[in-house]
Structures are given as C-alpha cells and as structure tokens.
Antibody, heavy 124, light 110 residues
Framework: EVQLVESGGGLVQPGGSLRLSCAASGFTFSNSWMHWVRHAPGKGLVWVSRINSDGSTTSYADSVKGRFTISRDNAKNTLFLQMNSLTAEDTAVYYC?????????????????WGQGTLVTVSS | QSALTQPASVSGSPGQSITISCTGTSSDVGGYNYVSWYQQHPGKAPKLMIYDVTNRPSGISNRFSGSKSGNTASLTISGLQAEDEADYYCSSYTSSSTWVFGGGTKLTVL
C-alpha cells in the first residue's frame, strides 16, 4: 500500500524556520517526482513545490520562492520542505503528494495519493 | 499564478445532478488537457476524482464525470448522494511548468 506520512509541523514565530518531512512507503520513492501542497484555514489548496526523482530539478510557487527549499533523501525514502522567513500567511496544513504516472508519458499532472498533512501555525 | 475560479458553493437534492465549473486561462486550463479534480471532506486529505479532464481513477464511481470547453473545465456529479457532500477542487498544469488549484467549491446535499 502506498503511504505518505508528514511530520514536523508546529507553532513557530513570524520570521522563524521549520523543516517538514514526508516518509514514503509502498512504492519506489527514488523513481518518483514529489510535490508539496498546502491548505490554509478557510482557503483553497495551493501548490507549493515540486522535485524530480533525483533531486536535480525543483520548482516553486511565487509565494514561497526564495524562502522554501524542497529536497529529498532517496536512501531514507523521505521528502523534505525547509521553510524560512515564515509569516502568518504560511499558516496551513502541508501535504506531500505524488504525481500520477503513465508508462507512455512519465510523470503526469495529477496528484495521488496524498499524506494526512501536518499543520504549521505561524504566530507570536 | 492566480487561482482558478470556482463557485464558492453549489447545492442539490439527493438523486439530482450538479455541475461545478473551473475557469482559468489559455495558459492553464485552456492550454492543456491536464485538469484534475479532488474531493476533500473536513479534516481529511484530498482525494483524486478525475484526471486529465475526463478520466476516472479505478474505484471512483461513474457518477463523477469531467469535461472541458475552452478555458473552463467542469465536474458533474449525477445521482447525488449524502456522502458526496464535501469540498471540491480543480487543478491544472500551467505554461510556467507549475500547477494551480481552484479556490474550492462547497457542495451541500440538501
């Protein structure tokens, strides 16, 4: 069974940092692209970041570019999100998710499955 | 990276059909057949319902269907059931090689 388990969330002061982790199991993590998506209270889902299978290429939403860094440890089947210079607008549940895959077309543009999420609260 | 536009809420009675729209631009929804839809119940993770505009993952009821015309994609749920009550989000790949979600639609089953 494919499983994604996030951890590392918590309460942090504005301007602080936090590192989220996502432990993957049930599939070949080292072959998989991965994403982070967040869900602020009362708002919609927002795509945050993506990393390719070996970690050599990444992309970010404009709202987090320069502050967040996505990375991975394929030996430990773990995805990370380093979050710096946090503001109240970063308060959200953060989900890790895997894109769909097609034998013909490779990594695709839908997200399945999702982890259960980890809550990040930025407040003084 | 503006969010795709969805109605804030829709409602329907059991057995009826409803449609949720998702409007973007030619740089996302209109430019690619890469629209997906997600169902999210309160406190739960999102669940994939439709991918690549019209395709249903295995295990998803055929009461759920997707379509697209121009810059607007749509999710139709037929034969509404109480358990369909949830938030629904659309998503699209974009010309910037990023992904964008809609603001979400709250479905109420009356």
């Amino acid at each position: 069974e494919v499983q994604l388990v996030e951890s590392g969330g918590g309460l942090v002061q504005p301007g602080g940092s936090l590192r989220l982790s996502c432990a993957a199991s049930g599939f070949t993590f080292s072959n998989s692209w991965m994403h982070w998506v967040r869900h602020a209270p009362g708002k919609g889902l927002v795509w945050v970041s993506r990393i390719n299978s070996d970690g050599s290429t990444t992309s970010y939403a404009d709202s987090v570019k320069g502050r967040f860094t996505i990375s991975r440890d394929n030996a430990k089947n773990t995805l990370f999100l380093q979050m710096n210079s946090l503001t109240a607008e970063d308060t959200a549940v953060y989900y890790c998710t895997r894109p769909g895959y097609s034998i013909s077309w490779g990594w695709r543009h839908w997200f399945d499955p999702w982890g259960q999420g980890t809550l990040v609260t930025v407040s003084s | 990276q503006s969010a795709l536009t969805q109605p804030a809420s829709v409602s329907g009675s059991p057995g009826q059909s409803i449609t949720i729209s998702c409007t973007g631009t030619s740089s996302d929804v209109g430019g690619y057949n890469y629209v997906s839809w997600y169902q999210q119940h309160p406190g739960k993770a999102p669940k994939l319902m439709i991918y690549d505009v019209t395709n249903r993952p295995s295990g998803i009821s055929n009461r759920f269907s997707g379509s697209k015309s121009g810059n607007t994609a749509s999710l139709t749920i037929s034969g509404l059931q109480a358990e369909d009550e949830a938030d629904y989000y659309c998503s699209s790949y974009t010309s910037s090689s990023t992904w964008v979600f809609g603001g979400g639609t709250k479905l109420t089953v009356l």
